[in-house]
């Protein structure tokens, strides 16, 4: 068995796309998944899954969302190795600096083409920045994430790939949670 976080989009978020976390728990136990564990209310999930492929495991739960509850909601799904790396390869965190409550990780479903990394490159907002590295975007916002152009809207509309955003708090969170499951 495989321990798997999985990352939905939009969920719960400005009356949008309710979808309680008991349902969702409840998804997740008939399609096979295990040991199942949900982080607050915008659609956080962590597994066990007899599936090896992540994609396949976001194509089931999204799948499973819109036939049990009629939501297209983007899943995106990694393991605990993944979440580890994407955690501490954070360029912005070796900055003592940096507050971490305004560090914010944008996980891609697939990393994006270099040209279209290219296009963004020379992109900047005062105050705020990203860098990409694989398939994640790390952003600083001491602004507060609501308030930057630095969004989800901007990855995927500009990269042309799928994501979703989490600040580095629930990473870690998400992270212990999927290490306690053990692995």
Do not use: H, W
Request: contains cysteine; charged residues 25%; positive net charge.
């Amino acid at each position: 068995m495989k321990t798997v976080i999985s990352l939905l989009r939009g969920i719960n978020v400005g009356g949008k796309n309710k979808l309680a976390m008991t349902d969702l728990k409840a998804l997740c136990g008939s399609l096979k998944f295990t040991k199942v564990n949900t982080f607050i209310q915008s659609g956080n999930i962590v597994f066990s899954s007899g599936l090896e492929d992540l994609k396949e495991v976001s194509v089931k739960l999204e799948s499973g969302i819109y036939k049990r509850f009629g939501l297209k909601v983007p899943v995106i799904s990694r393991d605990v190795q993944e979440l580890e790396q994407a955690i501490s390869r954070n360029p912005f965190l070796k900055d003592n600096g940096r507050q971490e409550e305004s560090l914010y990780i944008t996980y891609m479903e697939s990393a994006p083409k270099p040209d279209e990394i290219n296009k963004i490159s020379g992109f900047s907002v005062p105050t705020d920045e990203f860098r990409i590295i694989g398939r994640q975007v790390y952003i600083y916002c001491p602004g507060g994430y609501g308030n930057t152009k630095l969004n989800n809207n901007f990855f995927e509309n500009k990269l042309k790939v799928r994501a979703t955003t989490r600040n580095l708090k629930t990473s870690k969170t998400l992270l212990d949670m999927a290490l306690s499951l053990g692995y």
